[in-house]
């Protein structure tokens, strides 16, 4: 498939509480990186496509949500695209170390989605 999910993102208000409820519904594993001043960003292990994250909600005062990542062959022409069909650019393209980069979008009807693109192998 063109362009396939590839990456889900909880970013909630309380982590520890989400993982607990998380790892009590379903049969998660949870690895932790540390992301320096930026908190910790916890990576879900489900078994299976697509990988999840989960990490404290950057926005102070937004509610928690789930965040779902499409794949891209050129995140900044892909990000531009977005903009110019009426989507909102909230955070540009964002490197993520030895990782890939990525950038976050809402969309004419409000709906937020990221944007990802892997490191070349």
Not at 38 to 45: D, Q
Not at 83 to 92: E, S
Not at 96 to 118: E, H, N, Q, R, Y
């Amino acid at each position: 498939m063109a362009n396939p999910f590839c990456h889900l993102e909880l970013n909630t208000t309380d982590t520890a509480k989400a993982r607990a409820f998380y790892s009590g519904l379903f049969d998660w594993t949870y690895n932790d990186m540390d992301m320096g001043p930026g908190g910790t960003y916890t990576v879900i292990g489900t078994g299976e496509a697509p990988g999840g994250g989960m990490m404290k909600h950057p926005v102070p005062g937004a509610p928690s949500l789930w965040l779902p990542y499409i794949q891209v062959d050129d995140l900044q022409a892909s990000t531009d695209k977005a903009k110019a069909l009426g989507a909102q650019v909230m955070k540009d393209a964002t490197d993520v170390p030895g990782m890939g980069s990525f950038s976050i979008l809402v969309d004419p009807t409000g709906a937020a989605l990221g944007l990802w693109k892997p490191l070349a192998k």
